[in-house]
């Protein structure tokens, strides 16, 4: 188009003899000139894709997520690595949530490295996790790994296929009923006993309405925040959703299950999802700050015996009820600014003392008809074993992603809701959630007030790190937070 300044140039007696005309075309000058500059600024589109890729493991491997493992012997429902991918014209993400209790950093790493080198995603903008669900099987198996893997890829390769234009939005609900902190004060020692000999202030999962209970040692985060992604024309793409509890259970013996998360996709898929051009939508459930929240009311006894999985869909269904409805207020924008942020941090790894090993040494000299202080001490000795014969430091990643004002944290453990609490209060962004078990798996992380109290979550072996590791985790992270946020 012919600039404005050379018009004006090429006829400077028109300009002067005819100002009517000459404000009209400055009129049409401006109107076009405005067009311009909106249409530039449509050109930002966001592109968005989501797909889910089966990862059932097979039969015969080993569920993990109580102390002894035993063999799947029957597929309750199935197991999905579910993959939202986002480009917002300069960045492009992509945010990866597995059905398994927990993946360690070579499988995910493996993946990142096979994604990055055949996607235009860097390994820096790969958000990967674990829902935590405790009837799944290890991911590191030689049968099982090559399956999670290439689960893992496929699901990004298909989103990055399914990328269109599209919309996106979020916000939050709280639903408190079904979140309980699970370590209590209680006055009888004998329910405090702890594998090493001592006996602890807090007990995780003291028996229901016990006459010694006293108050929980921590608080809960009822909040469900929600993050939904729609195609310009309105149909649902993907929901993901973030909800602070550990997870439901109630299964039969054996059987994998992708537990609540799994209900939850199914039960706001057929709320949101329609039969359209476009491909199916993805509903996820990842799982938020919840290493000391699970769905006991402890306070009451309950006499009433549920049936398998039924606890199960109850919670779902409610969940997925709650999204559903607030999904209902949600505005979706057409183009947000995105980026991640990734930073490693070095942490110490808990190591045993003199008093420890002798203790362990003794009670293994102990017969087996001995009653004993605590019924997995064995266990835990070679718990505390394997850590002494390990490094010093374990290289931990933390992630933080912008979507316009929303920000969403990874950590790699089963974290404390105290401390999601904290990040979402202190976060510069004006919403703020975190995933955990996100890019590596390294057990629990408690405050160093709730290592005052002890407890299962922060027994060494079930806790790896130094008691710091909280507070240095979430300072790292805030310090992130405020660099995206700038």
């Not at 074993?385 to 933080?400: E, R």
Request: glycine share 6%; charged share 20%; net charge negative.
């Amino acid at each position: 188009m012919t600039s404005p300044n050379n018009f004006s140039s090429a006829r400077p007696a028109t300009w002067q003899r005819h100002p009517s005309f000459s404000s009209s075309v400055i009129m049409l000058i401006t109107l076009i000139f405005q067009f311009e500059t909106i249409h530039a600024a449509g050109q930002r589109t966001l592109l968005a894709g989501a797909a889910q890729v089966d990862i059932t493991p097979p039969l015969g491997e080993m569920i993990v997520g109580g102390f002894v493992p035993f063999p799947a012997d029957r597929i309750h429902d199935p197991l999905f690595a579910k993959s939202i991918v986002l480009d917002d014209g300069q960045n492009r993400i992509a945010i990866v949530v597995c059905d398994n209790l927990g993946i360690r950093r070579e499988e995910f790493d493996e993946a990142k490295a096979e994604i990055s080198a055949t996607t235009e995603i860097p390994v820096s903008n790969l958000f990967m996790s674990a829902t935590h669900t405790h009837s799944a099987t290890r991911g590191q198996t030689d049968k099982y790994r090559p399956i999670l893997v290439r689960g893992i890829v496929d699901a990004v390769r298909q989103a990055v296929q399914n990328l269109e234009p599209a919309t996106i939005g979020w916000g939050s609900v709280d639903e408190p009923t079904e979140v309980f902190n699970r370590r209590w004060f209680v006055k009888d020692p004998e329910l405090r006993h702890n594998p090493f000999g001592g006996i602890d202030q807090v007990r995780m999962n003291p028996p229901r309405g016990h006459a010694s209970l006293i108050k929980p040692a921590g608080p809960i985060d009822p909040e469900i925040s929600i993050l939904s992604i729609q195609a310009v024309d309105g149909t649902q793409l993907a929901l993901l959703a973030n909800y602070s509890l550990h997870y439901v259970g109630g299964v039969n013996r054996g059987e994998i299950s992708a537990d609540y998360f799994g209900l939850f996709a199914k039960a706001v898929t057929e709320s949101l999802g329609t039969k359209s051009k476009h491909p199916p939508m993805v509903g996820i459930l990842t799982n938020g700050t919840s290493g000391d929240i699970n769905n006991i009311n402890f306070k009451q006894r309950d006499s009433r015996r549920w049936e398998p999985y039924e606890k199960m869909q109850q919670v779902a269904d409610l969940v997925a009820k709650r999204v559903v409805e607030a999904h209902q207020s949600i505005e979706h924008r057409s183009w947000v600014p995105i980026a991640s942020l990734q930073q490693e941090l070095i942490l110490l790894v808990r190591k045993s003392d003199e008093t420890l090993r002798q203790y362990f040494s003794e009670v293994a000299k102990r017969p087996e008809s001995e009653t004993k202080h605590h019924r997995y001490e064995m266990i835990y000795a070679d718990r505390v074993a394997n850590l002494d014969a390990g490094p010093d430091t374990f290289s931990v990643p933390l992630q933080c992603i912008k979507i316009g004002p929303l920000a969403i944290l990874g950590i790699p453990f089963e974290t404390f809701a105290e401390i999601g609490l904290e990040l979402k209060t202190k976060s510069p962004f004006e919403q703020t959630f975190t995933i955990e078990l996100a890019n590596d798996s390294r057990g629990y992380l408690p405050t160093p007030g709730q290592h005052d109290l002890g407890g299962y979550e922060t027994w060494m072996g079930t806790n790896r790190v130094e008691r710091e590791a909280s507070v240095k985790i979430t300072q790292t992270l805030l310090e992130m937070l405020g660099s995206l946020h700038e």
